[in-house]
């Protein structure tokens, strides 16, 4: 987990680092307009998507990295302290990473939460379930709050930001269809989701699934040997055919590996937010969910 104490050691080492810095490097006139850091990797290929050349992005949680086991370096607080605009997700996905953005964002940079600014234009909020954006219908909603951040933040990029919107809205639905095409086949008695934690409930809800059962609410719980029997005993009930681990999330995968070895079904994997060289953007995560669910729950 984050320690409150490394952040002291890493804003010391990066004072060091910044007395040798020019500020008056005439490097920065080629800079892009607009600096933004994000916490997950998947919202720095959404910004981008809508940025452009005009925004120079970068997430601080390394590909295929886990949120909730985030160690801050003194570039991520350098990164940090020279950003316009920073998105989170919020609602308790990432605390260790605003715990650095927080108080070494500049005064006059904002700090969008993206869940919190989806809820109050509307989106449906589950209690344990921050991940939004597995649902295309929210990731829309994700994606105008970034063109409006970056339109508010940049003016004279607005028209770009507004035609980058356009084509990445088109994308969406097409991306939409596909998925909805993929998994339209599947019986219902199949669209059943059993997972390493609480994080496929907006996907189940956008694609017509239920959420059989999860190892665990959150990846840092340990499931206690009563939790791994009833684990057990609704995969036997539901019938499913397959269960589904995270990339990134070794230790919860390993308990339901046996669980899997122990009712003699498949393990498949589903992404749920940690980009990797398979998954490099949210597009390729939603499509490779779509197919994998086909592939492991059809008949």
Known sequence: ????????????????????????????????????????????????????????????LPFGAD?????????????VTEAHLAFANGFDLEPGILNVIEPNLPNAASLIELAQEAADAGATMRETDPHLWLSVDNAREYVRI???????????????????????????????????????????????????HDAFGYLADYIGFEVAAVVSVSPGQEPSAADIADLVQTIEEAGVAAVFEEPQLGATASVLKQAADDTDVEVCTLYSGALDDQVPTYIDLMRFNADELARCLGV
């Open 1 to 60: 987990m984050f320690r409150p104490a490394a952040v002291a050691a890493l804003l010391a080492a990066l004072a060091l680092t910044a007395c040798g810095a020019n500020a008056d490097d005439p490097g920065n006139e080629s800079e892009p307009q607009v600096k933004v850091i994000t916490t997950l990797v998947v919202f720095e290929d959404i910004v981008r998507q809508i940025g452009g050349e005009r925004v120079e992005v970068s997430a601080l």
């Open 67 to 79: 949120p909730h086991t985030y160690e801050p370096t003194p570039q991520d607080v350098r990164r």
């Open 146 to 196: 970034i063109r409006d951040a970056l339109t508010e933040t940049d003016p004279e990029g607005a028209a770009k930001y507004e035609q980058n919107y356009q084509d990445y809205l088109t994308r969406l639905d097409e991306l939409d269809e596909y998925v909805q095409d993929k998994l339209s086949a599947l019986p219902p008695e199949r669209r059943k989701l059993v997972t390493t």
